[in-house]
């Protein structure tokens, strides 16, 4: 596998994918996930996607869409409690 480099021209759009037009992106704007999402495991990090705060979702969405192999900075994490 080839390591992944760092591109500084990424937004937040290219690592989630998403048309982000007319959204509000505000820092502090994060959504809360409700219903069925609420017990979804992360692809990066196998924590409950309800345990990620804005930095730690932007953190693991970067680690998936690059491919990284990296820890974890989420609230779920004991060690990061």
Do not use: K, W, Y
């Not at 990620?52 to 979702?57: F, L, M, N, V």
Request: hydrophobic residues 35%; charged residues 15%.
């Amino acid at each position: 596998m080839t390591p992944a480099t760092f591109r500084a021209d990424l937004t937040e759009a290219d690592l989630t994918g998403a048309d982000l037009t007319g959204a509000d992106v505000r820092p502090g704007r994060a959504g809360t996930e409700t219903g069925a999402t609420a017990g979804v495991a992360c692809a990066a990090c196998s924590h409950a996607q309800s345990s990620h705060d804005s930095i730690a979702r932007r953190f693991c969405t970067a680690t998936t869409a690059g491919g990284f192999n990296r820890g974890c900075v989420c609230v779920g994490d004991p060690a990061n409690s």
